[in-house]
C-alpha cells in the first residue's frame, strides 16, 4: 500500500472511482455536476491518494472550512476560531480495496498534516451513512451536533451529522 499526494493528473481517475463508490454506496449522497471540480475542491490544503499493487484505490482531502458549511457547532465544541480548524473531506475507498486499512491509513496522513499546521480537525458526514459514522467514532471522534444542507443535484435535502476529532 502507497499513500502518496494527490496529483492533478490523478483526478480523472478518482472521479471514475467515486462512480464506483457512488453506485455501490450512495457517496456522495447528491452525484456532483463535476466530479473532478469537486474532487478538487477550492479549499483544498492538501490531498492524497491511496495505491494497492500501483492502483489509485482510495482518496482523502484536507480543506479549509467552507464558508457555506463552515458549522458554528465546530468551533463552539473545540474552543477554536474557525481559522484553526481543517476539515476532513472526499475519503473513499475502491469496494474492493476494503478491510485492508487504506482508509485508516489515508486519515493518519491527513491528521499528520493537520498536526503539522496546528489546525483541529472536524467533518460532517451524512447521518445515513451507518458504516462512516461507526468507522469515525471508533477512532475516538465526537458528535457536535446536526445541519441540514439544501436539495442538491437529486432534489433532496442532506441530513448531516458534525464531528470533530477526539
Not at 457512488?22 to 457517496?27: F, K, L, P, R, V
Not at 458504516?131 to 435535502?157: N, S
Request: net charge neutral.
Amino acid at each position: 500500500m502507497l499513500i502518496r499526494p494527490r496529483l492533478d493528473d490523478d483526478l480523472e481517475i478518482c472521479a471514475r472511482l467515486l462512480r464506483t463508490v457512488y453506485t455501490s454506496d450512495g457517496y456522495p449522497a447528491n452525484w456532483p455536476k463535476d466530479p473532478i471540480s469537486w474532487l478538487a475542491g477550492r479549499r483544498t490544503l492538501a490531498a492524497w491518494v491511496g495505491e494497492v499493487d500501483g492502483e489509485l484505490t482510495g482518496h482523502v482531502s484536507l480543506t479549509e472550512p467552507d464558508p457555506a458549511r463552515a458549522w458554528p457547532q465546530w468551533a463552539e465544541a473545540l474552543a477554536l476560531p474557525l481559522e484553526r480548524l481543517a476539515v476532513i473531506r472526499r475519503l473513499f475507498v475502491a469496494p474492493q480495496s476494503r478491510r485492508r486499512g487504506l482508509a485508516t491509513t489515508l486519515v493518519e496522513r491527513a491528521e499528520c498534516e493537520a498536526s503539522n499546521r496546528e489546525l483541529a480537525l472536524v467533518l460532517d458526514v451524512a447521518e445515513h451513512n451507518h458504516a462512516t459514522i461507526r468507522f469515525w467514532k471508533h477512532r475516538g471522534w465526537r458528535e457536535v451536533g446536526q445541519a441540514t444542507l439544501p436539495p442538491g443535484d437529486e432534489g433532496r435535502p442532506l441530513r448531516l451529522l458534525l464531528l470533530v476529532a477526539g
